[in-house]
């Protein structure tokens, strides 16, 4: 599954705009979500993404698989927690609530450099009034 699939753009719409920022077409179709997350760019979109929305990460090495919550997994620019031995195997990141309101935008100085600023927001209404509002 790409994030650019539909079921993607029905159970995580941020992630599915995110994409489209995500470098150019021929990097895009060669490069993974994985390892775009195992780079720990700040600059990039799949990182964020997957901290932001609270993702865990699954590494695995032959000691076995682990669990990475997103929180821990990224330890500073272009660092990860990873041993050296490890590797991502997957990604997961929980669906979005159907009722959730999003927000993403990225600058950049062209179509597919990485980004000078990126911002997103997720929030719930209830009522009128904002819930659970997220920005990162």
Do not use: Y
């Not at 159970?11 to 179709?29: D, F, G, K, S, Y």
Request: aromatic letters at 8%; proline letters at 5%.
């Amino acid at each position: 599954m790409t994030a650019t699939d539909p079921i993607i753009r029905q159970h995580l719409p941020i992630v599915h705009e995110a994409m489209h920022h995500v470098t150019h077409m021929t990097v895009r179709n060669r490069g993974t979500f994985g390892g775009s997350v195992a780079h720990a760019d700040p600059a990039t979109e799949m990182p964020m993404m997957t901290r932001f929305l609270g993702g865990t990460v699954i590494a695995s090495s032959q000691r076995g698989r682990r669990e990475i919550p997103a929180a821990d997994f990224f330890v500073g620019s272009l660092v990860n927690s990873l041993e050296p031995d490890e590797f991502v195997i997957r990604v997961e990141l929980d669906a979005m609530r159907p009722d959730a309101g999003w927000g993403f935008e990225e600058f950049a100085k062209r179509h597919g450099d990485f980004a000078l600023a990126c911002f997103a927001t997720t929030l719930h209404c209830v009522d009128g009034r904002a819930s659970d509002f997220a920005l990162a």
